[in-house]
């Protein structure tokens, strides 16, 4: 209950009151030498510092994490912990380990028709291609993740993967459609009170809106990133 308890403040925000719930959470799991507990600590960990972009920290409590997976043979704890470190590797631009982890986790998560995993591996990959200078091959990812965050009403999937859609429009040059999405993200981050997908397309919205001298707008949005 205390991680869990965590995990909601990370997805708020509230770091300072993650991090003491989920240390709390480690805690007691060390205690009671409770293997499976530790790990998911571990995890929410990892996440906590991924959002408040401590990545070091990040990849060592998801390493750690993936350490007790194995030893358990704990292929359910394995598949988020292998993807999540994907994602991580990708966000500091370590791409290739990025591509390793990620195409690893998802063939995991085909293999174990994990509908709501393979969303996660299409946006990442999009990520990813959009990185490597594909746009092409990361809009594919993109739209191929689409179907999989509907199915599991994944809004913070949806924050991510519109954001990554503006950008390659933005480096196709079709403003239209890359303000479309960068809103449709804003919007939904707004509604699902996700912070940092509220932040991270605030702040691309009022970079764009500056990059093109639209200072009204651009005020706008750097005031939504006052939270």
Do not use: W
Request: proline residues 2%; contains cysteine; charged residues 20%.
């Amino acid at each position: 209950s205390l991680r869990q308890i965590g995990d909601a403040f990370t997805t708020t925000g509230n770091y300072p009151n993650a991090l003491e719930n989920i240390l709390l959470a480690l805690k007691i799991a060390e205690e009671l030498h409770d293997d499976q507990q530790i790990r998911r600590a571990l995890g929410t960990l990892s996440s906590l510092y991924f959002y408040e972009g401590d990545m070091e920290r990040s990849i060592d409590y998801t390493r750690k994490a993936i350490t007790i997976d194995r030893k358990l043979h704990d292929s359910s704890g394995l598949l988020p912990d292998i993807v999540n470190l994907g994602n991580t590797y990708e966000q500091i631009n370590q791409l290739d380990s990025a591509l390793v982890y990620t195409r690893l986790g998802f063939l995991m998560a085909t293999a174990r028709n994990n509908t709501e995993t393979i969303g996660v591996g299409f946006n990442n990959l999009g990520n990813i291609f959009l990185k490597l200078g594909r746009p092409d091959s990361a809009m594919y990812f993109c739209k191929s993740a689409i179907p999989y965050y509907r199915e599991n009403n994944d809004n913070e999937g949806f924050c991510e993967i519109y954001l990554g859609m503006a950008k390659i429009f933005l480096q196709r040059h079709q403003a239209d459609s890359c303000l479309y999405y960068a809103k449709l993200s804003f919007a939904t981050a707004k509604n699902s009170s996700l912070t940092n997908y509220l932040l991270a397309t605030s702040k691309f919205l009022a970079g764009y809106y500056q990059s093109v001298r639209n200072v009204d707008s651009a005020f706008v949005y750097l005031s939504a990133t006052i939270v």
